[in-house]
Structures are given as C-alpha cells and as structure tokens.
C-alpha cells in the first residue's frame, strides 16, 4: 500500500518502526503518532535472509502498530531497480510479520541524513522517513 496522505491509516496506529531498506544495510526508525516524532536505531547491517532475524528482534523489543518502508524514486518520479526491491521488501514484511506496511515516497532521505551530518546516514534517513509519514497523518 502506498500512503501519499495518512487518511488511510486508522486512528488505532499509534507506534510505527520504519525502515529505508538497502541490499546491504536497512536503516531503522521508531516514531509514534501522539508526538509525530521519529528516532533513529541502530542500523541492521545484514544482506538476504539474515536480515530477517534482526528485524524481529526489532519488532519484538518495539512491538510497533504497523511498519513504514521508505521506496525511493528517480527526482522525475519514475521507478527503478531500488524501487522494485524496496517494495518486494515491503511485501515481505507483510507476509512475514502479519502487519500493516505503509510505503512512503522517499526521495532525496538520504542526502538530508548527510546535509544533517548524520553519522549513521541510513537511520537517520528512516527516521526522515517515519517523520514524513507522521506528518501525513491526521
């Protein structure tokens, strides 16, 4: 589901963890809708199938509402091959954790984490992403 405004999201949605995937690292953000705010975790620094434990553990610890996966696109708005992997992603964490997944358009995320001086760009872009679709909801 891609979520341009956060009037699809139900109001029960409190806590999200969000994740700006990549083939070999997946950065990761909590936020929650009362204060619209996202923080950054550690990165999950894993390829393939073994990302898949680090993320449960995540979702174990923070036993979020529902989960924001940032997709990214070219600045004219087409797709591309990230845009492929990041939303078979997405679909992954739906299938494997039973929870609503929001996509959000996340272009330009990662070169505002490095404008901020971010020291772990990749959850400083989660965390970007997380506060974007907080933003959107009402």
């Known amino acids: 589901m891609v979520s341009d405004s ?6 029960t949605q409190a806590s999200f963890l969000a ?6 690292r997946t950065g990761v953000a909590v936020g929650n809708r009362l204060t619209r705010s996202a ?6 620094r894993a390829e393939g199938e073994a990302r898949w434990a680090p993320i449960a553990s ?10 924001v996966v940032g997709v990214p ?13 990041a939303r078979k992603f997405a679909r992954q964490l739906r299938g494997r954790f039973n929870l609503p997944v929001y996509e959000v358009d996340e272009r330009y995320s990662t ?3 490095h ?3 971010a020291r772990d760009a990749d959850a400083a872009s989660a965390a970007i992403i997380l506060e974007q679709f907080l933003r959107s909801l009402p």
Not at 58 to 67: G, I, V
Not at 73 to 85: C, Q, S
């Open 58 to 67: 995540r979702l174990a610890e923070w036993q979020p509402d529902a989960l």
């Open 115 to 117: 404008a901020a001086g």
């Open 111 to 113: 070169t505002e984490a």
């Open 19 to 24: 994740f700006d995937f990549g083939l070999k």
């Open 73 to 85: 696109f070219h600045p004219d708005g087409a797709e591309h091959e990230n845009t492929v992997r």
């Open 39 to 44: 923080t950054p975790q550690p990165t999950i």
């Open 6 to 11: 956060g009037s699809d999201v139900p109001a």
